[in-house]
């Protein structure tokens, strides 16, 4: 019997071990995707205990801890810190098999070197001992970030945004990570929601211009796009239900912004035929820049209404969707391709079940603008456990090429969050250890070492044309 979580946890077979502790291990962090404050960067923001840090916003926890029959009181409501910690120690002891059992013991073991087992009989010695780490300097948000070895993270900011924090941040030689902005414009996207008009007017006072049509809607965010380059983004994101492609005419996208900017409503169709034409505008602008887009879909968010109004989003009520028409992609990856040619594009899908589709379906649009242009994106959110990311590698694999794949990303709102790359690496070393082991690959490190230090880091500073060097 293997002891729990040691040193070997999850690497099954001596080459595995290998490939893990002499590359994946060593190499540094490149979170490209995550949604971390750039404020409480810039400020080295100190926590005065374990559950401000691992429950202030984790709605993975949060899901757990309702399934577990806790009352909101104790989640995110009024209860103290120690309350809620101690609720969530009672939940992790039945969480056998969650991904949030090892992340958990890998935050502690990594961050405040404890190696005990967090249960409700351990939460108060581990509360007391955690606490105390807390308050030490090495503790602040930018020793975390260091101690964890990143190198670059790119946060998630809204075209609105002022981007004070990264610029201040980018300004004091103190530290040496580098904090990007990364374009997440889905307020301008989602011309269906209340808050549009108010959105766009607020949208219209940023960029110092009228918004009065859909032309001036496109040159409003264009200005914001030159703001975010010149402020070292390089990467778009876009949260969509599912990819949409209805085409419409410009005089028909034209009626619609209208008709929203006036108050009315308007159909689903509608809202599909304005979203085509705003992403494929926005997809043709990061071509010519060399921005990458990321395409993260298949959510079905809010789905408990009741609690939506209490909590409002992000707060634990989303699933997956199984809704996500193939004609549509591969229709508005087309038509970009056939208009400008595609930026490079990482697709993601919440539904495990559309991992052979976007196999398939990047492999079309591939060229040699970039090495894995079009990329499967890694498994994300609800997949990024241990089944749900050997499937997407293995189906990458399948279907592609693993070689080329830029890894992992934290996509968390947590500062202990980074062990999940080490989660990963940990499992993708297993993985093609295993296929050396039963022969399936040659035990040869020539090729091996360059495959497993690619998918840990050096793929992503390439792909992503970071200024960093590659290990």
Request: charge should be negative.
């Amino acid at each position: 019997m293997k002891k729990f979580m040691d040193r070997d946890f999850l690497l099954k077979s001596d080459y595995a071990k290998h490939l893990f502790h002499d590359y994946a291990e060593k190499m540094p962090i490149v979170d490209y995707h995550c949604h971390i404050s750039p404020k409480e960067i810039y400020e080295d923001r100190k926590f005065d205990n374990i559950a401000q840090v691992w429950l202030g916003g984790d709605h993975y926890k949060w899901r757990q801890m309702r399934s577990n029959g806790i009352d909101e009181y104790y989640i995110t409501g009024d209860a103290s810190d120690y309350e809620k910690f101690i609720n969530y120690a009672k939940t992790l002891e039945k969480a056998i098999g969650n991904p949030l059992y090892h992340w958990s013991h890998l935050e502690l073991q990594r961050f405040f070197d404890c190696d005990k087992v967090l249960s409700e009989k351990t939460a108060k010695e581990i509360w007391d001992l955690c606490n105390e780490k807390l308050q030490s300097d090495d503790m602040s948000v930018r020793n975390l970030i260091r101690k964890s070895n990143v190198k670059l993270l790119c946060t998630t900011d809204d075209p609105i945004d002022d981007l004070k924090w990264h610029k201040l941040i980018r300004e004091d030689d103190s530290f040496d990570v580098q904090v990007l902005p990364a374009w997440r414009p889905d307020k301008a996207t989602n011309i269906g929601k209340e808050d549009f008009n108010e959105y766009i007017d607020e949208l219209s006072k940023v960029a110092e211009m009228p918004i009065e049509n859909f032309e001036d809607l496109k040159k409003s965010l264009n200005k914001r796009l030159d703001f975010f380059e010149e402020n070292g983004c390089s990467v778009s994101d876009h949260g969509l239900d599912y990819v949409v492609y209805a085409q419409a005419s410009n005089e028909e996208v034209e009626a619609i912004f209208a008709k929203r900017r006036n108050g009315e409503s308007i159909s689903a169709l509608e809202e599909d035929q304005y979203k085509t034409a705003l992403l494929t505008f926005l997809a043709e602008e990061y071509k010519k820049r060399n921005w990458v887009m990321q395409l993260h879909y298949g959510c079905l968010r809010n789905n408990n209404s009741p609690m939506f109004e209490k909590l409002g989003p992000d707060t634990g009520y989303d699933s997956i969707s199984n809704y996500a028409p193939a004609t549509q992609l591969v229709g508005f990856l087309d038509n970009i391709e056939t208009k400008s040619g595609l930026p490079k594009t990482i697709l993601y899908s919440l539904n495990p079940a559309d991992d052979e589709l976007i196999g398939t379906v990047i492999g079309c649009f591939q060229n040699s603008d970039a090495i894995g242009k079009i990329q499967h994106g890694s498994a994300w959110w609800f997949n990024d456990n241990k089944s749900g990311m050997e499937k997407q590698m293995t189906s990458l694999a399948n279907l592609g090429l693993l070689g080329n794949f830029v890894g992992m990303l934290t996509d968390s709102r947590s500062f202990l969050s980074y062990p999940r790359h080490e989660y990963f690496r940990r499992i993708m070393s297993n993985l093609i250890g295993q296929w050396v082991e039963d022969g399936e690959f040659p035990a040869d490190d020539e090729l091996l070492e360059p495959i497993v230090k690619g998918i840990s880091y050096n793929n992503a500073v390439r792909y992503f044309d970071f200024d960093l060097k590659e290990e």
